[in-house]
């Protein structure tokens, strides 16, 4: 088969076209849906996972800056000189 769209020549058999991926017959077009339907799936959840290490790298960012805090450094300090008495 001669495909419409790019003009490649394919397998008789062939459900889509070999260089372009035009679909030939409707099962290998159900096929594909199915295929799409699932891909956008796993995208939704790379996109919520990537929104939650987002967040988690940013909470730590601001909990790293609160470390440099001189109020935070300094009660830091107290606890550790207290544990040596
Ligand atoms: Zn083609």
């Known amino acids: 088969m001669t495909c ?7 397998p008789r058999e062939a459900e ?3 260089r372009c991926g035009a679909i030939f ?10 295929e ?3 891909l956008r799936k796993a995208i939704e ?3 919520r996972d990537i929104m939650e290490l ?6 730590r960012s601001r909990y790293e800056a ?4 001189p ?11 207290r544990s040596w008495l």
Do not use: H, W
Not at 66 to 69: F, K, S
């Open 4 to 10: 419409p769209r790019c003009g490649e020549l394919n």
């Open 16 to 18: 889509s076209c070999t």
């Open 25 to 34: 017959k409707p099962e290998a077009a159900l096929k594909a849906q199915d």
């Open 36 to 38: 799409y339907i699932e």
């Open 45 to 47: 959840e790379l996109r």
């Open 54 to 59: 987002r967040r988690i790298v940013e909470n």
């Open 66 to 69: 609160c470390l440099d805090e």
């Open 71 to 81: 109020e935070v450094q300094q009660s830091i300090k107290i606890p550790r000189e």
